[in-house]
T-cell receptor, first 115, second 113 residues
C-alpha cells in the first residue's frame, strides 16, 4: 500500500486566514487522491476527488471557491481553506487511491481550529 | 446506488471476549469491501479488504471478516479482544471505477478490563 504523509497535523489560526494542508504520497505516484472532512463522532464526508493535472471534482454542497484543491504533481495534493471561519473548524483527512479494486490509504489528518 | 449500514454505533466487550462488528452493504455490482480502524486524532488504517476470491478474509491485528453475498454482509470479528482494540471502526464499499468509498456510520468499540 501507499504511505501517505499529511501536514500539518494541527493548526490554529484566526478567522479570515487562509490555511493550506498538504498531502504527500511518499512511495506511489498517485493520479487520484481524496479529501475528507470529519466532524466529531461522525463518519468521513467526502469533499472532493483530487485529479493530477486537472481540476478537482467536488461533491455536492462543497464550495469549490472555499476549499481550493491543487494536484500539480503525482506525489502532492494540497487543500487550501480560504478565508477560514470558525465553522470550518474540523478534522481534514486525505487519502491516496492506488487503482482498481485497491483500498484508499489515508494520511493522519489535520485538526483545524479557527478562532 | 451503493450504501453501507453498520449495526450498532457502540459495542462494548470485555477483554478476551469475542468482537463482532456488523456491516451490511447494498450494491448492484460485485462489491469491493473494506474495514478500517481509526484511533483518536488519527487517520484511517486498513484492517482488511475483500475484492474477489476467498470469502473469509484475514487482516491485521487478528481481525477477520467474511463476505456473505446471500446476506449482503461483511461482519468483522476477532476471537479475543485486547484493550488496544478500542477505537472507531468503519466499514466501506468501493466504487471500483472511481475509487470512491462509501462509508458506514462507524462503530465505537469499547474494551473493558
Amino acid at each position: 500500500g501507499a504511505v501517505v504523509s499529511q501536514h500539518p497535523s494541527r493548526v490554529i489560526c484566526k478567522s479570515g486566514t487562509s490555511v493550506k494542508i498538504e498531502c504527500r504520497s511518499l512511495d506511489f505516484q498517485a493520479t487520484t487522491m481524496f479529501w475528507y472532512r470529519q466532524f466529531p463522532k461522525q463518519s468521513l464526508m467526502l469533499m472532493a476527488t483530487s485529479n493530477e493535472g486537472s481540476k478537482a471534482t467536488y461533491e455536492q454542497g462543497v464550495e469549490k471557491d472555499k476549499f481550493l484543491i491543487n494536484h500539480a504533481s503525482l506525489t502532492l495534493s494540497t487543500l487550501t481553506v480560504t478565508s477560514a471561519h470558525p465553522e470550518d473548524s474540523s478534522f481534514y483527512i486525505c487519502s491516496v487511491w492506488t487503482g482498481s479494486n485497491q483500498p484508499q490509504h489515508f494520511g493522519d489528518g489535520t485538526r483545524l481550529s479557527i478562532l | 446506488a451503493q450504501s453501507v449500514t453498520q449495526l450498532g454505533s457502540h459495542v462494548s466487550v470485555s477483554e478476551g471476549a469475542l468482537v463482532l462488528l456488523r456491516c451490511n452493504y447494498s450494491s448492484s455490482v460485485p462489491p469491493y469491501l473494506f474495514w478500517y480502524v481509526q484511533y483518536p486524532n488519527q487517520g484511517l488504517q486498513l484492517l482488511l479488504k475483500y475484492t474477489t476470491g476467498a470469502t473469509l478474509v484475514k487482516g491485521i491485528n487478528g481481525f477477520e471478516a467474511e463476505f456473505k453475498k446471500s446476506e449482503t454482509s461483511f461482519h468483522l470479528t476477532k476471537p479475543s479482544a485486547h484493550m488496544s482494540d478500542a477505537a472507531e471502526y468503519f466499514c466501506a464499499v468501493s466504487e471500483s471505477n472511481t475509487g470512491k468509498l462509501i462509508f458506514g456510520q462507524g462503530t465505537t468499540l469499547q474494551v473493558k478490563p
